[in-house]
């Protein structure tokens, strides 16, 4: 019956770890049906048949499956395949309803590398169009991932954009073909009818052979993108610094994915599947970011100063060895085709994070980031943090500041000149309309809006205070309402009557009714709302958002930079500074806005 298979042309490449034998292979269809529920005869079953200058092996049988939307133990009976062709030191396998086990892969299949899946589908000639991103930072607060389509991207979106981002997969266009491909999971893709079983195995050598094109050159468009390096190119005395979990991913495998796993736990004397509240507040739990302190292959992880976990830097990847939280200490992962208990490869939920690579690290090099099983360099931060720095706006007037809003008193107009909102609101500022916007449903500190430049403005201003440093901590929360309310940049729909109104009041804060007006510039309401309704709907009109601090120096940003270009390392914390703060200028380019800090010189 083996005549019969017809497949998309769509296969997972591996490079092959060591050769495989009849053996092998014959323990693995074994395997398969040892596992499977009910399994019936096969269909078909071939070992290592020869084909020009490859082998393939192939299986087929039914076996029966819980219906997911029923509770009842009922199953339906359903047919899986397995193709796998060897050819050279690549291994290709298309599947459908069964998977080589874990024992299998681990032992003869290793992944097959970001770089020969670029140069094999990413070629020069390609046309791109569609593109699925992943965010290198770990900030909770940045967009962590986008997909992108056109007709032709390379022509429809701007390569500043691209600095930050990691291609995971991508769809393009070319003279044999419309190719897709996954790089970190070495699946490659087709469109075409569905083959049979000898056209699968020659499109599979087809594909190899394009693989093994080592004068093959990659589009210069993916190249605009964060790049992956080997770990062994890891320059002496780089560290990580940070991990974290990637709950985004995590999350996807359970609700999304359409082979879902489950998350499960032993009560009750039995396995049982966690609700999906249970499993949201497992994910709730690992959604945070860990110290990664040393720099020796087993690097310990902290959080708030405690030792919860050890990473180990090996040659070819980041392992995580050991993570020690409440919430998944019990906790085990299963495949939802099986019913709940039944699955033979259940792994605790540690295992699961690290045989699936759901991490990141962050490294000392600021360019630097492990992310999904491979490590990347954003190369936009060669040349000191240039880019960086082009945010920071230095304001002598924030040296004198003392508080971030001042005292206050009964029947006083205006805010200490020596608070951060004073001097916004006093030196900063020069737009034509002032809104002060804090306390309530606020959506920044103060609002201003310029009527009379051209291009018109809108701009946000977040304002925090405290003792010039490195720390991250400072920003998390300016930076998590700047990012939160970017949506509201348009200062348009139907939130803004009531936003209008809550200006008539009067500030109060600390339980005194100041005399401070909320419309501080631009003239009575009814003026304000004529003159932002006439701007914002301007086709040029500019968005920024400022966060403005007394807790940062622009030199002791600079310097930092130049010990990072002199080759010396940094304080952990400016590496997290960094990174949360490239995610609030990532997210605010994202809607077309500009992100800005204004701090001391």
């Not at 139907?494 to 109060?508: F, L």
Request: charged share 25%; proline share 3%; glycine share 8%.
């Amino acid at each position: 019956m083996l005549e019969d298979l017809k497949t998309a042309r769509a296969a997972y490449f591996y490079r092959r770890r060591k050769p495989l034998t009849n053996k092998a292979v014959t323990d693995l269809f074994v395997q398969l049906r040892k596992e499977a529920v009910e399994p019936g005869q096969a269909h078909f079953r071939v070992v290592r048949t020869k084909r020009a200058d490859a082998r393939y092996s192939a299986i087929c049988f039914a076996y029966n499956r819980p219906v997911s939307f029923l509770d009842n133990g009922a199953t339906d009976r359903v047919h899986g395949f397995l193709l796998i062709v060897e050819c050279a030191d690549t291994v290709a396998v298309f599947k459908a309803g069964l998977d080589v086990t874990s024992a299998f892969r681990r032992d003869f299949l290793d992944p097959l590398g970001r770089s020969r899946v670029e140069r094999a589908i990413a070629r020069q000639d390609a046309v791109f169009e569609k593109l699925s991103l992943r965010n290198m930072t770990t900030s909770p607060f940045a967009l962590r991932a986008k997909v992108l389509e056109a007709r032709d991207l390379q022509n429809a979106i701007a390569s500043s954009s691209a600095t930050r981002f990691i291609p995971q997969g991508y769809r393009v266009r070319r003279e044999d073909g419309s190719y897709s491909a996954t790089p970190s999971t070495g699946r490659i893709t087709v469109r075409s009818d569905r083959a049979a079983c000898i056209e699968a195995v020659d499109w599979a050598r087809q594909i190899v052979g394009l693989l093994d094109d080592d004068a093959g050159e990659t589009s210069p468009f993916i190249r605009n993108f964060a790049r992956a390096m080997e770990l062994s190119q890891l320059p002496a005395g780089v560290h990580p610094t940070y991990f974290a979990v990637d709950t985004m991913g995590l999350a996807n495998a359970i609700f999304e994915a359409d082979d879902k796993v489950r998350m499960v736990w032993e009560k009750d004397g039995g396995w049982q599947a966690l609700s999906k509240v249970e499993s949201e507040a497992v994910i709730a739990d690992l959604d945070r970011t860990y110290d990664a302190v040393g720099d020796g292959p087993d690097v310990r992880l902290e959080f708030e100063g405690a030792e919860v976990g050890v990473l180990r830097i090996n040659k070819s990847r980041v392992a995580l060895k050991h993570l020690d939280t409440p919430a998944i200490d019990a906790i085990f992962i299963e495949r939802a085709d099986h019913p709940v208990g039944a699955d033979p490869q259940r792994m605790s939920l540690l295992r699961y994070l690290d045989s699936e690579d759901l991490g990141t690290v962050l490294f000392s090099d600021l360019a630097l980031a492990y992310v999904n099983g491979s490590l990347f360099r954003d190369e936009a931060m060669i040349g000191g943090g240039a880019e960086f720095l082009r945010h920071l706006q230095p304001r002598p007037e924030l040296i004198a500041a003392t508080d971030e809003k001042g005292t206050f008193a009964k029947d006083q107009t205006a805010f200490d000149a020596d608070s951060v909102f004073g001097i916004i609101a006093n030196a900063l500022v020069t737009d034509d309309i002032l809104i002060c916007d804090d306390l309530g449903d606020e959506w920044a500190d103060f609002i201003g809006v310029g009527t009379t430049t051209s291009p018109a403005t809108v701009n946000f201003y977040h304002a925090k205070h405290g003792a010039p440093s490195l720390s991250a901590s400072a920003f998390h929360e300016a930076v998590g309402q700047g990012i939160k309310n970017l949506g509201r940049l348009s200062l348009s729909g139907d939130g803004m009557a009531k936003k209008y109104a809550s200006w008539d009041d009067i500030y109060r804060k600390d339980k005194v009714d100041t005399a401070i007006r909320r419309y501080m510039r631009g003239g009575t309401r009814v003026e304000v709302e004529g003159a932002i309704a006439a701007t914002v709907g301007a086709p040029d009109v500019v968005r920024r958002v400022f966060i403005v601090t007394s807790s940062l120096s622009r030199a002791d940003v600079e310097a930092a930079f130049a010990r990072i270009a002199a080759g010396r390392s940094v304080r952990p914390n400016f590496v997290q500074l960094y990174w949360i703060l490239m995610g609030f200028f990532s997210a605010c380019a994202e809607i077309g806005a500009v992100g800005y800090v204004i701090c001391q010189p």
